[in-house]
């Protein structure tokens, strides 16, 4: 062969290397004039002599036909073989040039995060999480009770709808006669929570604001039921003050240790005072310790502070020490909103009680009103009265046993171990986590990951909305094969993608929308607001008198309550 035709073989292999296409190619303009539609023709015709290959005489050639018959095949994309155009996929796509990312076409709807289908076997009862609409088909994505005793974690970024997602199953909760307590550092979800909810729930709500400074709440964080809550309740606020001060850096063995013994000593007696306001007191007032040391029953304790802390120095040694321990006490205490909460023998209501009669706990805890340190104190600690609650079910059948949903917004700011044990082992007490937050990296402190790995190991159902580069590659893990990073960087606000748990397996990941949020009724809200004050809360000086009673009775003077 010629080296011309040599060359021809080399195209026709080529394109036949491809898979090929037999289809018309059909080309219609119109324009109220006709000059005007014939010039639009010809432009469009001439667009594709840039196609053409005279070398070897391969033309898209012009066959004009009659024109009622080329509409009427345009319109019903009928396939006509006496005018078939075999192109390989190349030349197709050559053909229809379509766009890309790089083609400055402003009228094109580009997908920047791919959709998927929702599972077969989508629930018919629980809340509704949201809608899936697939191609046109809408269906409503809800979640069984079962399958959320497994937990829900929520991440996005701020702005993106886990505020609305949280608000939507809250209020279907509440509807549903369920018992739930939202913690809420900024205040806006649970005054959303107060204008939704119903009117028959109204007696059920126990409204948990310390700003509240006329009718305080009392939160005992020493109280305890029973002699095997006592180690529980003192290790938790160990670790609550862990997190708040990093005691390994600015605490240590000695903090934990005089800490430690000062609360026991307290709990012996709670009678003659045993809340947060007397720990200062039984460190630093001899007569006060001596006379809760006549009180005590527990050798241990009596031998720390008879022998070993006086073996230390004494009292002038023990002066040394105190305010290295009290200095982390004195935001609570000497704080006007705080010191009427936390000076309460007995708590304004028992965690337990409320949880198996299905109470509305509603902690706004918002920090531009009370500061982060007191917030983040108050949230730790309800989550910490909440799981001893739910562990104290143990003597309750599994059966009767009540679900309790607690929200957690912004939940980086609350996290102890007991996060982690609600996570792995509050499933069987029935008390159902849903948290949320917006970063991986809010988890990790000191490169510890255990509440992270928890986290992401132990939640059954996973809801993410647009994330940043450094959790794409965590979370990607987790919806892939569906989707990958960048879907995660590029979800559409007030959509998320659902990993969601069904009869306890993992469906694959799918795309869904959050219900919107509607109106609430602001007076319903300031109404409940008033019975709860009124139910729970107390009169300020009424709180006064008793812990001014108390230090009396305890051989201290007005100036000891003055100085608290």
């Known amino acids: 062969m010629s080296g011309l035709e040599e060359e021809a073989m080399k195209a026709v292999e080529e394109k036949m290397s491809k898979a090929g296409l037999e289809g018309n190619l059909r080309i219609i303009a119109c324009s109220p004039q006709k000059a005007l539609a014939e010039s639009y023709l010809a432009n469009i015709t001439n667009s594709f002599a840039q196609l053409n290959f005279y070398k070897y005489g391969n033309v898209l050639k012009e066959n004009k036909k009659n024109q009622e018959r080329l509409i009427s095949d345009f319109i019903h994309r ?41 599972p077969l076997n989508l629930p018919k009862e629980g809340i509704v999480l949201g809608i899936s609409n697939y191609r046109g088909e809408k ?118 240790q005089y800490m430690r013994n000062a609360m026991l000593l307290l709990m012996e007696d709670p009678a003659s005072g045993a809340t947060l306001l007397e720990v200062p007191r039984v460190l630093a007032d001899e007569s006060f310790r001596a006379f809760k040391l006549s009180k005590c029953q527990n050798p241990l304790v009596k031998d720390f502070w008879e022998k070993e802390a006086q073996k230390a120095g004494g009292e002038a040694s023990l002066a040394n020490i105190v305010p290295y321990i009290t200095s982390k006490l004195t935001p609570f205490v000497y ?8 000076s309460q023998s007995k708590s304004s209501f028992n965690f337990r009680e409320a949880m198996d009669s299905k109470k509305i706990i509603l902690l706004n805890l918002t920090k531009g009103k009370i500061g982060e340190m007191s917030s983040n104190l108050l949230g730790m600690v309800m989550i910490g009265k909440l799981l001893m609650g739910a562990l104290s079910r143990v003597n309750v059948a599994e ?27 509050a ?23 255990k509440i992270r790995d928890a986290v992401l ?20 893990k987790q919806f892939a094969p569906v989707f990958n990073e ?72 007005v100036e000891d309550f003055k100085l608290a």
Not at 400 to 425: A, H, K, P
């Open 486 to 557: 960048r879907d995660l960087l590029n979800i559409p606000r007030h959509n998320l993608y659902l990993k969601l748990l069904i009869d306890g397996q993992n469906a694959p990941a799918f795309n869904i929308q959050p219900l919107p949020p509607t109106p609430g009724d602001p007076k319903l809200a300031e109404s409940i607001k008033q019975l709860s004050s009124l139910k729970y809360g107390r009169p300020r000086a009424e709180v006064e008198a008793e812990v001014l009673e108390r230090i009396k009775m305890t051989g201290g003077s």
């Open 427 to 449: 499933r069987k007490y029935k008390l159902d986590l849903i948290i949320g937050h917006q970063f991986i990296a809010q988890l990790v402190k000191n490169n510890d990951t």
């Open 78 to 118: 009928y396939f006509e073989p006496a005018y078939s155009l075999v192109v390989n996929s190349e030349e197709a796509v050559s053909l229809m040039h379509l766009p890309t990312s790089g083609c400055l076409a402003p009228h094109i709807n580009w997908l920047h995060s791919r959709s998927a289908p929702p």
């Open 399 to 425: 059966s009767e046993r009540q679900d309790f949903f607690l929200y957690i917004d912004e939940f980086q700011n609350f996290i102890t171990d007991t996060v982690g044990i609600i996570l792995s082992e």
């Open 457 to 476: 190991g132990n939640v059954g159902t996973l809801a993410a909305f647009r994330l940043g580069p450094e959790d794409t590659e965590v979370m990607a």
């Open 139 to 256: 269906q409503d994505v809800r979640m069984k009770v079962n399958d959320r005793r497994r937990h829900m974690y929520i991440i996005g970024k701020s702005g993106t709808g886990k505020s609305t997602l949280m608000q939507n199953m809250i209020i279907q909760d509440v509807a549903n006669g369920d018992g739930v307590c939202v913690i809420d550092p900024h205040g806006d979800l649970v005054e959303y929570v107060l204008g939704h909810l119903p009117k028959n729930r109204a007696e059920d709500v126990i409204l948990f604001d310390p700003a509240n400074l006329e009718r305080p709440l009392g939160l005992n964080m020493l109280e305890f039921d029973s002699a095997e809550q006592k180690t529980f309740v003192i290790n938790e606020m160990i670790a609550i003050f862990d997190k708040l001060y990093d005691l390994k850096a600015t605490g240590g063995p000695m903090f934990e």
């Open 335 to 342: 704080s006007d909103v705080m010191r009427p909460i936390i």
